[in-house]
Each structure stands twice: as C-alpha cells, then as structure tokens.
C-alpha cells in the first residue's frame, strides 16, 4: 500500500477506502448515504460506466442527461462523509503517482441526499429540507482549520446557553451558491418543500435527545433547537452528516447542497411509514430526480 499526499492508496493505485481509480469518478457527485440508496438511482441514470466500492462505500458512476456524475453510499455519520469527501476530491486534485497536487484546482459538486427527523410541527411528513445553513457540535472545525459563519455560530451558542445553561462548541456553515442558486428556482417536486438549518448530530441517539437505559444531558434537545430563528429561517431538521460536507467542501473550494426526506417529526414521533400516504422509496426517488437534474446543471 501506497501514500500519496497523506491519501493511502491500494497496490492498483486506488483510494483505499472507496476502492476507486482516477478516472472512475465524476466531479459531480451525489452522496446517499445508505448505499441501498443507489438501486434507486441507478434506473435514472441513462446508463452505468463504473461501479465498484468497498464496505459500505458503494458507487456508481454513469450519465445522466448525457452529463457524468458519481453516486456513492457513504453510510452514516460524518466520519465517512469525511473519508468519501477527501478521498473523492483526491482523485480529481492529486497526482496519485506522484503525490502532489496538481497544479490546477479541479471544483467538485457536491449534493448529499437523504432522510431526516422533521422539527417543525407544522410541516408535513415527506417534506423536503433544502439546508440553507447546517450547524454542528462536532469537532471538525478544530482539525481542519476551519472558520465557521460567525454570526451564526454566535447566535446560536448564545441561544444554546440561554435554553439549558450548558456550553456547547457549535458551529454553522452555508451552503455554497451554486446550490442556494439551484433552490431559488421552485423545484418541481410532488412533494412539500422546505429551506432552512439543519442539525447535524454525531451520534443517533443523545446527540439527538434519544436515550435507552442510559440518562443523557438534554431530553429536550429536538424542542430546544425548534426553537431557534436565524435571518428568518427555523432549524427544520436533524440528520448525521451535512455539517462535515459543507464545512469539508468549502475548505476544499468545491461547492455543498443538502436535500433531505423528512420521514419521521421528532416531537410527534410519526413517521412516513405509518401515514398511508406515498412510500418512501417513492418519495425518495422523486427527491433523487430534482438531486439529479442539479448535478446536471453543474459546469
């Protein structure tokens, strides 16, 4: 096994953890989280020119709209957006057989889609979450030299305090301005639409105000974050990686959009599937379809 500019490479010259060659991927990029995801992708797509991965790193790259994209499974969590986001940007901006960058900065785009728990009472189950903004507590911003938004971060930290008396490091970042350009346009979705901030929680069950037998440090975490208002726009959602994307794509000059099925409201505890309503794996498709024609629209 190799190195390459801190990027570990397999004896075939691939990244090591997503398996994937220069060449095998596309600058646009949708990432779906559960690798599942990609059987519902797949028959959009005009047709298949790569397919590979490792562990829970599926991909598939293909064209769609006679443009080529990569769509990859990533799992859950901000660690392996983290691994899939740098190693992505890897094949396109490092010389894998020489280890250096190259010398002219290739821009990705980068649009995560997945599920999420709704917060707001008012919106309906299988609402879709545009991330205008994304805030998290993780520690990212420590490790990668980051500067979040600021005013964002401070309004929240001090909304955070006020709420429970306890600190946290929280930090917001935006969505970059293809996809806030991309919103603008009303999508044509069969499904409600919602812009806002998202949550970005490090774990699935007390980073989210879940416990089992263990006491966690705030139960009411769902209410308390519905709560906040920033530039008019409410906390709509809580998902597990779009923090880590939009902070690790703007460091890295590519750009950062999120779109998110809200399948479950956290202070009612319905859930899409008990509604009777449309499936999820319809709802989702018709989510990957407007995912996909923005990727189509990047240069």
Same mark, same amino acid.
């Given at each position: 096994?190799?190195?390459?500019?801190?990027?570990?490479?397999?004896?075939?010259?691939?990244?090591?953890?997503?398996?994937?060659?220069?060449?095998?991927?596309?600058?646009?990029?949708?990432?779906?989280?559960?690798?599942?995801?990609?059987?519902?992708?797949?028959?959009?797509?005009?047709?298949?020119?790569?397919?590979?991965?490792?562990?829970? =790193?599926?991909?598939?790259?293909?064209?769609?709209?006679?443009?080529?994209?990569?769509?990859?499974?990533?799992?859950?969590?901000?660690?392996?957006?983290?691994?899939?986001?740098?190693?992505?940007?890897?094949?396109?901006?490092?010389?894998?057989?020489?280890?250096?960058?190259?010398?002219?900065?290739?821009?990705?785009? #980068?649009?995560?889609?997945?599920?999420?728990?709704?917060?707001?009472?008012?919106?309906?189950?299988?609402?879709?979450?545009?991330?205008?903004?994304?805030?998290?507590?993780?520690?990212?911003?420590? =490790?990668?030299?980051?500067?979040?938004?600021?005013?964002?971060?401070?309004?929240?930290?001090?909304?955070?305090?006020?709420?429970?008396?306890?600190?946290?490091?929280?930090?917001?970042?935006?969505?970059?301005?293809?996809?806030?350009?991309?919103?603008?346009?009303?999508?044509?979705?069969?499904?409600?639409?919602?812009?806002?901030?998202?949550?970005?929680?490090?774990?699935?069950?007390?980073?989210?105000?879940?416990?089992?037998?263990?006491?966690?440090? #705030?139960?009411?975490?769902?209410?308390?974050?519905?709560?906040?208002?920033?530039?008019?726009?409410?906390?709509?959602?809580?998902?597990?990686?779009?923090?880590?994307?939009?902070?690790?794509?703007?460091?890295?000059?590519?750009?950062?959009?999120?779109?998110?099925?809200?399948?479950?409201?956290?202070?009612?505890?319905? #859930?899409?599937?008990?509604?009777?309503?449309?499936?999820?794996?319809?709802?989702?498709?018709?989510?990957?379809?407007?995912?996909?024609?923005?990727?189509?629209?990047?240069?």
């Amino acid at each position: 096994m190799g190195i390459a500019n801190g990027i570990p490479l397999r004896p075939d010259g691939a990244v090591y953890h997503l398996g994937l060659q220069p060449g095998q991927a596309a600058h646009r990029c949708l990432l779906v989280g559960d690798p599942g995801r990609l059987a519902l992708v797949e028959p959009l797509l005009d047709r298949v020119l790569h397919r590979g991965g490792n562990r829970e =790193f599926i991909w598939i790259t293909g064209l769609y709209g006679g443009v080529a994209l990569t769509a990859i499974g990533t799992g859950i969590g901000i660690d392996n957006t983290e691994i899939a986001v740098i190693e992505l940007d890897a094949v396109q901006n490092i010389d894998l057989t020489r280890g250096q960058p190259f010398p002219t900065h290739k821009k990705m785009y #980068f649009l995560r889609v997945g599920t999420s728990g709704l917060l707001q009472v008012e919106r309906p189950l299988a609402t879709v979450v545009f991330s205008r903004w994304a805030i998290g507590v993780d520690p990212y911003p420590l =490790f990668y030299d980051f500067q979040p938004e600021p005013e964002l971060t401070r309004t929240l930290q001090h909304y955070w305090l006020e709420q429970t008396g306890q600190p946290l490091s929280w930090y917001g970042v935006q969505a970059t301005e293809f996809f806030l350009r991309c919103a603008q346009n009303t999508p044509k979705l069969n499904l409600p639409w919602a812009e806002g901030i998202t949550y970005t929680a490090i774990g699935f069950y007390a980073p989210q105000g879940r416990c089992g037998r263990l006491s966690i440090r #705030f139960p009411e975490l769902p209410a308390q974050l519905a709560g906040f208002v920033y530039a008019g726009y409410k906390v709509e959602n809580i998902e597990m990686e779009t923090a880590a994307l939009y902070l690790l794509a703007r460091r890295l000059g590519h750009e950062a959009g999120a779109l998110c099925l809200g399948i479950a409201h956290r202070q009612t505890g319905e #859930f899409i599937y008990q509604d009777g309503g449309i499936s999820p794996q319809a709802a989702m498709q018709e989510v990957l379809r407007l995912a996909l024609e923005w990727l189509r629209q990047a240069p």
